[in-house]
């Protein structure tokens, strides 16, 4: 053994020189009067100096934000952001030099129209009969509580979903965007980037997530770092006691009908909706056809036996895998949701594969059978994909497959260098590097 | 309202019973960073007047040993760089009766040689040596405590073995009384 070994051996034995125990309380209580003294005051100049520049910078924020200054915008964007709660319980956010137009508040319609700049719609779940619709120059957003930020850029839009699921339409084409997805304004879907109140937005979703209010009959919440994607939320989002179900398809021909003439006048305008409502005029439903939105719907009232039962007979796998989940049944709920991956559909393949991986290695423990769906829904091809890597990454991690742990760290790093798991992905490799 | 209401809420008080318990921890990490020292009580108080001050803060984000533990370094780091101009390395004999007076010696050259290696290096590089080496924590616990990278405390630690493994073998007195006892 060198000295060095003794000396490491010998340290810790050493211990420091006795206190008098009677001594304690009077260093203690010394401690506490000298922490609560007023500490000396400097500074002084400094502050006094200080004051009326933070006061002049303050006056000037405000001032560029009310002229909608678009170049000094982008940067104050991330620093500033003004909030407005709506005495209907809705929460909005925008960023400095955002165009806001109330033009209906009323607890039935509220209706909002940003011509400019970057908002954040925190919509308090609504009740029969209530809507809440968000209108830019090309786009119109029609929601059921939900967390989104809609930015109006030069000449389109850009929709980012946070909590919820959006249907959105732009140029005839359809989009199904799911928690952590958007819609560029180039029409391209993809993972969350680059949105100067995606912080915030992030943070309501989760104050949401944490003051919904506990039902027995609601799915499980995943205790997975990740969102829980929005089919297991739709049952939070809806009121408690819906009155008896309409068909969704003929539920509001008001919204329907703006939302027609909008694509048919200027075909370069989309629109979104949550999804499961009635498509408007493309839609081939009929009244007494059964659809998904009447599924979804059955969810929505918690009535997850029906749900199943019309999921069941028109093969939609999702849904069923929502209501198993609703009823605590979560080996069907993942037989269901790998059904979907199974599907010709690709957006079910991806969502089903993604829930699958989730709730295996979740709820039944399953890490080998997590890591085949989370590979699957990490398919080049979906959107699912960085939060299906974010899933490998720590679902390896936990099942100590070191190598897929450290290919898919890798794999997100190089894709999403700045993405929600990137922190994760570096610790992966910065602990495999050094055992 | 609401901003000027929070901003002029009461501060809660620290709680008596809490410095009480930190107080004897505090002063064995203090007695480990700047080895033995007649400093040691006022250090101890110091950071405790510290903590003291910064507890009301407290959010929770941490255990409160870590965040007294920082405190503490902070506060004992401030020391050593003080005592480095002014005051000699002083030994304090260990508290054990049993031990023979040889083994005693040899015990007292061992921590004073130590220390005195650990003097000599950059602080940064002594905190790491003495939160892993002396206080037995992980680089993974150290490196909450000095809020740095895991990677940056290993490679401090290796560095700071080498540099004190180097010193304890030039170390002429320890090498002699290695030579007396052996």
Known sequence: MNALDRAIAAAPAEAPPRHDPARAPRVVVVSLDAAAAPAPRRWRWPAIVATPLLAAAAVLVVWLAGSGARSVERAAVAVVPTALSLPTGDWIATTPGAQLDLSDASTANRQIRLTSGTALFDVRPLAAGEQFVVKTPDLEARVVGTVFTVEVGPGSTSVRVYEGRVRARRGGVEHDLAIGEMLGPNGIRSTLTNDPLGDLAVGRARARLATAPAKPEQPPRSTMPWPTPATTQAPVLEPASPAPIPDPSIREPATSTQTTSTATSTPARASVATRGRAKPSSSSSTATEPTRAHAMALLAARKFVEARDLAVQNSWHVIEGDADRGLGDHVAAVRAYAAAADSPHADDVCIGALLAAQLSADRLGDLEKALSFAERAASSTCATRERALGLTIAVANRAGARDTATTAARQYLAEFPTGSYAAAARATLTTTRHP | ?182
């Open chain 2, 1 to 182: 309202m609401k901003l000027l209401s929070f901003m002029h809420r009461p501060v809660p008080p620290v709680e008596p019973d809490v410095l009480a318990a930190l107080l004897p921890k505090v002063r064995r990490w203090v007695h480990r960073i700047l080895g033995p020292n007649s400093a040691l009580d006022d250090v101890a108080q110091d950071a405790l007047i510290e903590i003291a001050k910064a507890l009301p803060a407290f959010r929770g984000d941490s255990a409160v040993d870590t965040f007294a533990y920082r405190i503490t370094i902070r506060v004992a780091t401030k020391a050593l760089r003080r005592r480095r101009d002014e005051i000699p390395l002083e030994l304090v004999p260990p508290q054990a009766d049993h031990i023979d007076p040889e083994s005693q010696l040899a015990h007292r050259e061992l921590m004073r040689a130590l220390y005195r290696a650990l003097d000599e290096l950059p602080t940064r590089l002594r905190l790491t040596f003495v939160l892993c080496e002396l206080e037995g924590m992980t680089p993974t616990e150290a490196s909450v405590v000095l809020n740095e990278g895991a990677a940056t405390v290993r490679s401090r630690l290796r560095r700071a073995r080498e540099s004190v493994t180097e010193k304890l073998r030039a170390d002429h007195r320890l090498a002699w009384l290695e030579g007396v006892r052996s």
